[in-house]
């Protein structure tokens, strides 16, 4: 049987409203990352993720659908769906689109229909309407807070003017979360999955995959604060057993339901020739719950987001790469790697600097099964600064600007550093590129063979032709130095990773280094001496 292309596969997330723009209007759009194929081919990707770009008020990025089988025209229209998908099949590339099944956008039909409606009526259950609490209903149903911040409850105007219901919002107000056990919401969302599969599209991620099911909406959480803390990406949770124990009880992410709607997805992906797959989004605790989801019958992938948060620490990583693949091979799935997306901080910023993002690169670039490549990454962007005055994202204005939000990281691309707006639009940006980008431009550093962009060609084209690094060839653990994380692919490729602030000399019986994250690594007489926070690949 020969291996599914998404089992070692490198994706690239493309966010496109910041990749290419070529309307000038100010955001990208598909035309713009047709555009832009040519540079993801020469990359080594092996297949392109983008987020939503459907009808949408873009309250929060896309991810407010208001129509999932109609582009939105800021970025195109459907035959620009169906030409991209086409173009980048012509460049050997898959592509898969971004599903939000876990709300809609205030704006779509359904909802609209159900404001209108009465309470008690079947618009309204598409949804989660429900009285409020007290004699004059003013109190919400429950108190679970929004994972935006503030209350996941809204409370609406009925038609006649009066108080009304309130309904429930686990993200921005704009996206009400939609009610799983009517039959009419997975009826729909089998229409959208195949009216994607019919125009070819190679699969699906999964927004928010831990979330369709609720349970217990009538009873209060001891801690809502707390949770929605636990769960924000980057948040300082001091307390990190506490924050483990709040994840791993949720009444509305990680129930058991979930699992029947992605059996009834795989028949769907598996009733289409050609390996269409699905991958989770399931930010859930502890990381043994993640291979629920990708049972043999369920979904394909999962994210993985212990390793994306783990520290650069060879102790941290190794737990994380471990546990991950342990616990998947329990299912028959394979682990992917994620370093960010456009929900957290870009690898750069996170880690603090460049040499480091470098070496966990090339440490992860290394490991087997999927890999997910965040755009501009590959430029080694850190994450564009931002005056509030131009903050977008949800998460700054439901906290009252305590938490910055996600904007940083979804800053436009930098093509050419000469250009107006770095090449990127030729309008004014829906965000500002900082002056720093300039530096990091495509055309800059396709001219460096130095730069971060050639580091990334040399190490993807390696992951793809080395025969010790495809998706059969074992990982074995080598040697533990504190602070050092080696392991061996197959029969030649040895993998050594230095996380501490010291140079190391190492004994080291394999014979010539492929490549090094930092050039100041030598290998002489048996001994590799490593640069402090750096990797190396070596061979036979
Ligand atoms: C996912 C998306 C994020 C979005 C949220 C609500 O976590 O990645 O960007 O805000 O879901 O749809």
Same mark, same amino acid.
């Given at each position: ?14 966010? *496109? ?14 035309a713009?990352?047709? %555009?832009?194929?040519?540079y ?17 008020p ?5 991810? &407010? ?12 229209d ?14 050997? !590339?898959?592509?898969?689109? &971004? ?11 359904w909802?609209?229909?159900?404001l ?27 108190? #679970?807070?929004?994972? @935006?911040?503030?209350?996941? #409850? ?34 729909d969302f ?11 599209v ?20 001891p ?6 803390? $636990? !769960?924000?990406?980057?948040? %300082? ?14 009444? @509305? ?6 699992h029947?709607? =992605?059996?009834? /997805? ?5 009733? =289409? ?7 989770? %989004? ?16 369920? !979904? ?5 987001? &212990? ?6 620490? $060879? ?52 490991? *087997? ?26 998460? @700054?204005?439901?906290?009252?600007? $305590? ?6 990281a ?8 000469? %250009? ?17 980008y300039?530096?990091h ?23 793809? +032709? ?6 059969? +060839?074992?990982?074995? #653990? !080598? ?26 000399s ?5 014979? $010539? ?23 190396? /690949?070596?061979?036979?």
């Amino acid at each position: 049987m020969s291996t599914p292309w998404w089992r070692d596969a490198a994706i690239y997330q493309i966010y *496109p409203r910041s990749f290419r723009d070529t309307n000038a209007d100010g955001e990208g759009d598909l035309a713009g990352i047709i %555009e832009g194929l040519p540079y993801l081919k020469r990359l080594g990707v092996d297949a392109i993720w983008l987020s939503p770009f459907f009808k949408s008020p873009n309250r929060d990025g896309g991810y &407010d659908v208001a129509d999932p089988r109609l582009v939105d025209p800021r970025f195109g229209d459907n035959e620009a769906a169906e030409r991209l998908i086409a173009a980048a099949h012509d460049h050997g !590339l898959k592509i898969i689109f &971004d599903v939000v099944p876990n709300h809609f956008s205030s704006d779509h039909i359904w909802f609209q229909e159900a404001l209108a409606a009465k309470p008690g009526s079947p618009e309204r259950a598409r949804f989660h309407f429900y009285e409020g609490k007290g004699a004059d209903g003013s109190i919400p149903p429950n108190n #679970w807070n929004s994972v @935006f911040g503030g209350s996941c #409850w809204t409370r609406i105007t009925e038609a006649d003017g009066s108080a009304g219901q309130w309904y429930l919002h686990l993200f921005d107000t704009s996206q009400p979360d939609l009610n799983w056990e009517n039959p009419e919401v997975a009826a729909d969302f089998e229409k959208t999955l195949r009216f994607w599969l019919d125009r070819g599209v190679d699969g699906f991620r999964v927004d928010v995959a831990h979330g369709l099911v609720k349970e217990g909406i009538s009873v209060d959480h001891p801690d809502p604060e707390g949770l929605t803390r $636990a !769960l924000r990406f980057d948040a %300082e949770f001091e307390d990190k057993e506490y924050r483990a124990q709040l994840l791993s009880n949720m009444p @509305f992410f990680d129930r058991e339901g979930v699992h029947d709607i =992605y059996r009834a /997805w795989r028949k769907i992906l598996d009733s =289409y020739a050609g390996d269409r797959m699905a991958v989770a %989004e399931a930010f859930i605790s502890p990381s043994s719950r993640i291979a629920r989801y990708v049972r043999p019958d369920e !979904l394909h992938q999962s994210f993985n987001f &212990d390793f994306m948060l783990a520290d650069w620490s $060879a102790a941290e990583m190794r737990v994380a790469i471990q546990q991950t693949s342990a616990e998947l091979s329990e299912v028959g799935a394979v682990p992917t790697w994620v370093l960010n997306n456009h929900d957290s901080s870009r690898v750069v910023s996170r880690l603090g600097d460049e040499g480091k993002a470098r070496a966990l690169a090339l440490l992860t670039h290394a490991l *087997p099964g999927g890999l997910y490549v965040y755009q501009g990454e590959e430029l080694g962007l850190p994450d564009g600064v931002i005056p509030d005055s131009a903050r977008q994202d949800p998460v @700054f204005f439901r906290t009252n600007g $305590a938490d910055k939000g996600r904007d940083g990281a979804r800053v436009p691309l930098p093509w050419k550093s000469a %250009e107006l707006n770095l090449g990127f639009s030729t309008g004014e940006p829906w965000l500002p590129l900082p002056s720093e980008y300039g530096m990091h431009s495509v055309d800059v550093e396709e001219l460096n063979p130095h730069s971060m962009l050639n580091f990334y060609r040399t190490s993807l084209g390696l992951r793809k +032709s080395h025969p010790d690094l495809g998706a059969r +060839s074992e990982l074995t #653990w !080598l040697y533990s130095h504190e602070g050092v994380l080696s392991f061996k692919r197959g029969e030649s490729l040895t993998v050594v990773a230095n996380t501490t602030e010291e140079q190391l000399s190492l004994p080291e019986s394999a014979k $010539a280094i492929l490549l090094a994250s930092n050039g100041d690594t030598t290998l002489e007489n048996g001994v590799l001496t490593i640069p402090s926070h750096s990797t190396v /690949w070596l061979t036979n």
